[in-house]
């Protein structure tokens, strides 16, 4: 009984290290909301793609290495199932349709045959259709090369492939993580393959009708890689069903998810022993990994999984996994004839890996302790906590209160609204008035605020020469009115675009009041990581005072400014060689705030406080949240500042400097060709 108790005590104890480690119910919930909007956001948009977040951040789990995972879904394209009547599919219509066809390979890979094809064809498409006697075909291989060299050639990075995936690395994303970016088309259809996922009895009602309806309602989804047992791969594809593991996902407890995010935790730190035994550290990967839980939960009733049955939960998986080795038969969740062990886990590498499992089975608890990727371990952790420091695990409802808040408004302040239409308010204003909770409020608020100054700059676009002087002025005061609701929310962006409508209307002085309450508040600066000691004062003067989030916001955080190329007459004129390289332009607030009053000054022709402004630009090119560490578009607005009062030496060096720069996205970039002008107009004026 002694044994059960302390048991059931160990468990209830790794609970609350993995609640700190991955977040509590309440974490975990906001960033799964969070994700599913900022999806929506673009969704609703007039793109030619659809994306669709998978892995762990749209899972909701945050730990070292946790990826970013997104689904690029050609809306131009559908893929119909075999024996699918094409004329009662009126979805179809003027889209690129694809057959699914037998591939001669193991269950859930297919070749597609082309169809029909429609008018919004992409180019990576045409490239990869290939006859096959008097039919057609599109090939993965062909498919995915293209993509891949059209990513890299734009965005001027070298990607890795792995399997559907071009793999972006952390420095070049500045997300802290890695992307995975699959490229796939959608089917409306369930597969027959997976039909008896659909119909198989399941003792413990999990998952329920209800669920289950939804899921086959959504489809699938084809992404381009064969399989690798296959002789031939060349014109196979994956069936995927991302968007079905994660309303699964989604529909579980907290403790179950908690068991996943531990199976996961100890899969990346035994991945280097994997690679040891295999050769391979994605042997045993995240996939197999949500294959088991998913499998684990059908076998078992949910009473099971309970915070005190913690770790016999976690053991189970682990049981499941070790009899799949055994076996050497891993079925996939949904098409369960798809051994995913096959070509894999066989012979002299099989009977290692069993062995490496059931010797981590036999550790038990000290199995968590193991691996060096996450310092301290979990293991460790628990010891600690064991022995009486609480502290580690145990967060103030204030501390709790600052994690989310900050969670929220980051990730409200991230996404980049460049385009509206009725879709998005609709979408955004229903958005609004369904909201139960302080997030739903403020997330709401603040893409409606931030879409409605979008649809402003798209009215200060819309010039036109052959109207007169009043319908210039209606078509000013709306786009000025459409955007002083986000200029209410937030100093940055939401007041530094619309200080900038003023700047471009004449207005300098109204633009330097603007830009002075932006450099003078000394807000959080959200577009890099937010040091302790702000987080420290945020919580002091914030939390646990009963203000809302919209509040928080609007005295706390500010975010970059950004201009995108859709409104080139809203960025500056000085700043289109950046705005034409870059496509959208990304500023700091308070280096932008100071180039801006600068600007100001210059057009006054107060010589004084213009060179004041630019000691200011100096001094913040130090900065080291908004300087230059990472950012070369701060090297260039001294550069131009330079050129302005005639220093073309000092304007050299910032240029240089500015394409010494080592973080991401230097090729977009002009200060080569702004060191260029600068040498031709001295030779001329020579």
């Not at 009215?459 to 002087?469: I, L, V, W």
């Not at 090297?635 to 050299?652: K, T």
């Amino acid at each position: 009984m002694s044994d059960q108790g302390e048991l059931y005590g160990d468990s209830c104890i790794l609970h609350y290290v993995l609640d700190r480690m991955i977040g509590n119910q309440e974490m975990v919930t906001i960033r799964r909301k969070l994700t599913l909007v900022e999806e929506q956001i673009w969704n609703t948009g007039k793109h030619n793609c659809n994306i669709i977040s998978t892995g762990s951040r749209a899972e909701g789990t945050h730990m070292k290495g946790s990826d970013d995972d997104r689904m690029f879904i050609d809306k131009n394209v559908v893929v119909i199932c075999r024996d699918q009547d094409i004329s009662t599919t009126p979805y179809i219509a003027n889209k690129t349709v694809f057959i699914m066809r037998d591939a001669h390979s193991r269950p859930g890979y297919v070749n597609l045959e082309l169809v029909k094809l429609g008018q919004m064809r992409t180019e990576e498409i045409m490239k990869s259709i290939v006859p096959v006697r008097d039919l057609h075909y599109i090939s993965s291989d062909m498919y995915r090369r293209s993509v891949t060299d059209k990513v890299s050639d734009g965005f001027h990075i070298k990607m890795d492939v792995t399997g559907p995936a071009n793999t972006l690395v952390n420095d070049q994303t500045r997300t802290g993580c890695d992307t995975d970016c699959v490229n796939a088309f959608i089917c409306n259809s369930w597969p027959r393959e997976a039909d008896e996922w659909a119909n198989r009895p399941r003792l413990h009602e999990w998952p329920g009708k209800c669920l289950i309806d939804q899921v086959v309602h959504d489809g699938c989804y084809l992404v381009p890689v064969g399989d690798k047992t296959s002789p031939d791969t060349f014109l196979q594809w994956r069936i995927s069903f991302a968007t079905a593991e994660r309303k699964l996902l989604h529909s579980i407890s907290h403790v179950q998810f908690m068991v996943y995010c531990l199976f996961k935790y100890l899969k990346k730190q035994v991945s280097d022993k994997f690679k040891q035994i295999y050769r391979d550290e994605d042997i045993i990967s995240s996939y197999v990994i949500k294959t088991v839980l998913l499998y684990a939960l059908e076998f078992t009733s949910l009473s099971f999984w309970q915070e005190k049955n913690l770790f016999l939960c976690f053991t189970l998986c682990l049981n499941i996994l070790i009899t799949w080795v055994n076996a050497a038969y891993c079925p996939n969740y949904f098409i369960n004839t798809n051994n995913m062990f096959l070509g894999k886990v066989h012979g002299e590498n099989q009977q290692n890996l069993l062995h490496f499992l059931v010797d981590l089975h036999n550790m038990t608890w000290e199995s968590l302790s193991i691996g060096t990727i996450f310092t301290p371990s979990i293991g460790k952790l628990l010891r600690l906590v064991k022995h009486g420091a609480w502290e580690i695990v145990l967060s103030t409802p204030a501390r709790l209160e600052r994690e989310s808040d900050l969670t929220i408004i980051k990730n409200s302040m991230a996404i980049i609204i460049s385009a509206t239409h009725p879709g998005l308010f609709k979408y955004l204003s229903n958005l609004l008035c369904k909201s139960e909770s302080n997030m739903d409020e403020f997330v709401s608020y603040y893409h409606l605020v931030s879409a409605l100054s979008c649809r402003g700059m798209e009215t200060f676009e819309k010039r036109s020469p052959s109207r007169g002087n009043k319908d210039q002025y209606k078509r000013l005061r709306k786009s000025k009115n459409y955007m002083t609701p986000f200029a209410s929310v937030c100093s940055s962006p939401g007041l530094l675009t619309l200080a900038t409508y003023h700047y471009q209307t004449g207005n300098y002085i109204k633009t330097l009041e603007m830009c002075g309450h932006v450099i003078s508040s000394r807000r959080m600066y959200i577009g890099s990581p937010i040091d302790e000691e702000n987080q420290d004062r945020y919580e002091h003067l914030y939390c646990g005072l009963g203000y809302n989030l919209l509040y928080k916001c609007q005295h706390t955080c500010v975010s970059s400014v950004k201009f995108s190329g859709t409104f080139r007459f809203m960025c500056p004129i000085l700043l289109h060689p950046e705005l034409s390289l870059a496509g959208n332009l990304t500023i700091p607030p308070r280096p932008y705030a100071m180039f801006l009053s600068f600007m100001c000054y210059h057009e006054l022709g107060d010589t004084r406080r213009r060179d004041a402004s630019l000691i200011q630009l100096q001094i913040v090119k130090h900065d080291k949240y908004e300087g230059v560490s990472e950012r070369w578009i701060v090297h260039n607005l001294l550069g131009i500042c330079y050129e302005m009062v005639g220093d073309r030496a000092l304007a050299l060096r910032e240029y240089t400097e500015s394409l010494g720069v080592k973080g991401p996205f230097q090729f977009r970039n002009p200060a080569r060709q702004r060191i260029e002008m600068l040498k031709q107009t001295h030779l001329m004026r020579k």
